[in-house]
């Protein structure tokens, strides 16, 4: 039996690692941080089948203890912080997490397990102000918020353990995958969320920023999946997982919105565009300035054919499945919330 150690288990990424490589017969381990409440989030339905060991990405010492109690063979590192926004809020806090915290990592590897593999989620962020369309493993890196500059600097580290020591390690540039276990606070689920109140009106409105950014979106069981084979291939190597395909945040706003029966009109552009149900009238979506980023990735687009040729990967999940989804899982949500409230009255 393998025995695989997860760091953000917790997270939408970790927990579809976790039942991916369960139903693999590997032996989980899952790194938490310990809180004041005791919260398993998207994990809690298989918290029996995994062994938690409390560190944080900060604290070397609890690092190496947690891959001496865990012997893993496979090292995912999916804890981040991982929202963008607040990066510019908390630029030290990212860095200390998202770069040192990689290195932390690494070192409690070669110290305990070096014939470990390590499995590093590096992102398309690292890719910034795009030099190069579409965006590939040999495209050079322009980031342009303190998360992507620290991701970059998990990426290259991630390849100097591999080169200076030998490690078997791996880093995956994922470009945006979603799912219905995103948190509220990233854009699309915001989105679906929203259309899902607004259809059984417990909402009025939507606010977003830079309608016209561009994105690469798939969804996050596709993705890890991907993790996995790069773990278990011969030789380590980087790659990117992307689908290939670009579309607006404008874009995903209409797809979400169609699938809860609500149909849009735009007006005007830029700060000054809004979306009106065209069955009522109503301005349901409004563009706010305070949403926009201080320096802005205007189009992100990944060439994933250096995985589908070398690990035979390919994403099973399209656009419009992984929008559907999204939406009738938060209406699932939003109705019952609404049936445990009537019946509480």
Request: overall charge negative; glycine content about 6%.
């Amino acid at each position: 039996m393998k025995r695989a150690l997860i760091t953000g288990i917790t997270g939408q990424d970790g927990s579809y690692l976790a039942e991916l490589l369960l139903d693999k017969g590997y032996e989980v381990y899952g790194i938490w941080r310990r809180k004041s409440v005791v919260d398993y989030g998207n994990v809690e339905h298989i918290k029996d089948r995994i062994h938690f060991i409390y560190a944080d990405m900060t604290d070397i010492v609890s690092l190496i203890n947690a891959v001496r109690l865990s012997r893993p063979d496979e090292v995912y590192n999916l804890a981040a912080q991982s929202f963008v926004a607040t990066s510019w809020d908390q630029p030290i806090a990212t860095a200390e997490i998202d770069a040192l915290g990689v290195t932390n990592m690494l070192e409690a590897i070669r110290t305990v397990k070096p014939d470990a593999r390590f499995y590093q989620a590096s992102t398309s962020e690292m890719f910034g102000k795009v030099q190069e369309i579409p965006q590939k493993e040999t495209t050079p890196f322009y980031p342009r918020s303190p998360y992507g500059v620290a991701k970059l600097y998990g990426h290259w580290i991630t390849k100097n353990y591999r080169e200076s020591f030998g490690l078997f390690t791996c880093s995956g540039i994922l470009f945006n995958h979603e799912s219905e276990r995103r948190g509220m606070e990233f854009v699309t689920r915001k989105i679906t969320h929203a259309a899902a109140r607004i259809k059984y009106g417990l909402q009025d409105s939507l606010e977003l920023g830079n309608m016209d950014s561009k994105r690469d979106w798939g969804h996050s069981k596709d993705y890890v999946y991907a993790m996995w084979l790069m773990l278990n291939r011969e030789r380590p190597d980087d790659y990117v997982i992307a689908t290939n395909e670009t579309r607006t945040v404008r874009e995903f706003v209409n797809a979400a919105f169609g699938v809860a029966g609500i149909e849009l009109e735009w007006q005007g552009s830029g700060i000054n565009e809004t979306a009106a149900d065209m069955a009522t009238g109503k301005t349901v979506v409004r563009v706010n300035p305070e949403f926009f980023r201080p320096a802005e990735v205007e189009l992100l687009l990944g060439d994933p054919s250096k995985a589908e040729k070398e690990l035979g990967w390919k994403r099973k999940i399209d656009f419009n499945e992984l929008v559907r989804r999204m939406v009738e899982n938060d209406m699932r949500i939003v109705k019952e919330e609404l049936d445990v409230s009537s019946r509480g009255k």
